[in-house]
């Protein structure tokens, strides 16, 4: 298996410009998990879905923020417009099926730059 | 707001050393704690898992304890190698949150050859 994958790997874009993400999670996964990690907060969870419902989005922390599961393996987070302060890596991570959220599995994660 | 901190922030240690970080959470009502490792560049990946019943889980040479009414957990490497320099996390899974990981900030760890 490939394992969580995530594309870009690295984004590098100008203020307000909108920026997505992608993440495939591992096959057979039944909740995704959108992380975000910074320098000065650590790492937040921004989002989670089970079977492609958007679950817990009490992380995102803007309108500017958004996620899509449209299917079970193709994630999308999108910011728009995008800030300087969105600087971040943001990861996906996805777990097995009955392991609930302890068993998850990372992606390499996306290094965004906004200048 | 529940939070996960770890201490130290980073530690440097020559090889052999045995070595124990440590990891406190504000609530013992959990469900469970989970060690990860990240390395430069990467994503994160699961070492240990206590489950609130539970009070350690062993892995080779990683051996982790939990200790709910103190709010700890420790991760103990033995033997360290330079294989094992990464960045140590743990997370906690409290009960008022339901299914999120709550991270600590992680502990950078280098072991010199």
């Known amino acids: 298996d490939a394992g969580v994958i995530q594309s870009p790997r690295h984004e590098v874009t100008e203020m307000g410009q909108e920026v997505t993400l992608r993440c495939k999670p591992i096959?057979?996964?039944?909740?995704l998990f959108w992380y975000r990690q910074t320098m000065m907060r650590g790492l937040e969870l921004l989002i989670y879905?089970?079977?492609?419902?958007?679950?817990?989005d009490s992380g995102m922390p803007e309108d500017r923020f958004s996620a899509k599961m449209p299917n079970a393996s193709f994630s999308t987070l999108k910011i728009q417009p995008s800030e300087p302060r969105d600087s971040a890596v943001y990861f996906c991570?996805?777990?097995?099926?009955?392991?609930?959220?302890?068993?998850?599995?990372f992606g390499p994660g996306t290094r965004l730059l906004v200048l | 707001k529940q939070e996960v901190t770890q201490i130290p922030a980073a530690l440097s240690v020559p090889e052999g050393e045995n070595l124990v970080l440590n990891c406190s959470f504000t609530d013992s009502a959990i469900y469970n704690l989970q060690w990860f490792r990240q390395d430069p560049g990467k994503g994160l990946t699961s070492l240990l898992l206590?489950?609130?019943?539970?009070r350690e889980q062993t892995s080779g040479r990683l051996n982790a304890s939990l200790d709910k009414s103190s709010g700890r957990s420790t991760l103990y490497i033995a033997a360290s190698q330079p294989g094992d320099s990464a960045t140590y996390l743990c997370a906690a899974r409290f009960m008022e949150y339901g299914n999120k990981l709550v991270f600590g900030a992680g502990t950078i760890l280098r072991v010199k050859s």
């Open positions: 206590i489950q609130s019943s539970q």
């Open positions: 991570a996805s777990s097995l099926p009955g392991t609930g959220v302890e068993t998850q599995y």
């Open positions: 879905f089970n079977n492609n419902v958007p679950i817990d």
């Open positions: 096959s057979g996964h039944d909740y």
